[in-house]
């Protein structure tokens, strides 16, 4: 089954951290280079930090230095740690391959206050 759930978002102020978690099935996660994207309301999804199968690393500039992502190869499941949130950094955010994603999941809601 190709399934990919997202959880560990919510609320948060404005330099607060927040850890989310993605549980993949394994034919997606599996050599797979992995990526988290956010969607803020009236824009289009971007991919915020993605992580090759061999741990090679890669951040947009807008959270390089705030955000980690890591990755569970024996769980199938991926990690962002964000630290130092900013109100722009409010959207929903998703995993999902790099090349040739596959479905969506649901997502989960980060809110920044400022």
């Known amino acids: 089954q190709v399934q990919l759930v997202e959880s560990g978002g919510g609320l948060v102020q404005a330099g607060g951290s927040l850890r989310l978690s993605c549980a993949a099935s394994?034919?997606?996660?599996?050599?797979?280079?992995m990526g988290w994207y956010r969607q803020a309301p009236g824009k289009q999804r971007e991919l915020v930090a993605r992580?090759?199968?061999?741990?090679?690393?890669g951040y947009a500039d807008s959270v390089k230095g705030r955000f980690a992502i890591s990755r569970d190869d024996a769980k199938n499941t991926l990690y962002l740690q964000m630290n130092s949130l900013k109100p722009e950094d409010t959207a929903v955010y998703y995993c999902?391959?790099?090349?040739?994603?596959?479905?969506w999941g649901q997502g989960t809601q980060v809110t920044v206050s400022s």
């Open positions: 999902n391959k790099v090349l040739f994603p596959t479905n």
């Open positions: 394994k034919i997606i996660f599996s050599g797979s280079t």
């Open positions: 992580i090759g199968s061999d741990g090679t690393l």
